[in-house]
């Protein structure tokens, strides 16, 4: 009898030590806004590579067809924390700036489309959203999420964020695009 208690007892503590271990884990994932951020200056900025993807309606979604844009690549996942914090401040982006200077396309990574259009109905996002696949080449190459790159409006790479980017941030460095592209009068 004291045998079976103390394996009870063993078993709990062991339960208790994993959800411990896991609640650790969790938040230490879900930790703050941390953010890196590489920035390209005008004279060394490469191309972003073309892409074209359908999106969740079925429109054909071409990085080509921006030019003249800023353009926000934004790879997550419906499962990602700091995905689901920063996409508020996209939508609000989304909806504050004209479609013909800065558009934002979302790149899911996640495996089927019941949770993203779940996802998009719950944070109302209003940008197009895709589903590469999983032998797509360019987000393959990504190696954590949220991921995003500001393209600048001749198609090349101006900035990139590995991890949760805030709208200040997004702000200003359109702001600083916009002014690198708008004739000065």
């Given amino acids: 009898m004291r045998e079976d208690k103390s394996k009870r007892w ?22 703050g806004p941390a953010v890196d951020t590489h920035t390209y200056a005008p004279g060394v900025r490469k191309p972003m590579p073309h892409f ?8 054909t979604w071409k990085l080509d067809e921006q030019r003249g844009k800023v353009v926000l690549v934004n790879f997550w996942a419906t499962w990602c924390p700091p995905c689901r914090r920063e996409t508020p401040d996209l939508v609000k982006l989304s909806q504050q700036y004209s479609q013909e200077e ?7 990574l996640d495996d089927g489309t019941e949770q993203v259009h779940r996802f ?22 990504i190696q954590s999420l949220p ?39």
Avoid: C, H
């Avoid at 074209?52 to 429109?59: I, P």
């Avoid at 800065?102 to 899911?108: N, P």
């Avoid at 940008?127 to 190459?141: I, R």
């Avoid at 997004?170 to 600083?176: T, Y």
């Fill in 10 to 31: 063993q078993t709990a503590l062991k339960l208790l030590l994993l959800a411990v271990i896991v609640g650790l884990i969790s938040f230490g994932l879900d930790s």
């Fill in 52 to 59: 074209e993807y359908r999106d969740l309606s079925g429109a």
């Fill in 102 to 108: 800065f558009v934002i396309i979302g790149i899911s």
């Fill in 120 to 141: 998009i109905s719950q944070f109302d996002v209003p940008y197009p959203v895709v589903m590469p696949g999983e032998n797509d080449a360019l987000s393959a190459q």
């Fill in 147 to 185: 991921t995003s790159i500001l393209v600048d409006p001749e198609g090349r790479i101006a900035r990139m964020y590995v991890g949760a980017v805030s709208a200040s941030q997004l702000r200003k460095d359109l702001q600083q695009l916009f002014g690198e592209f708008r004739p000065t009068s």
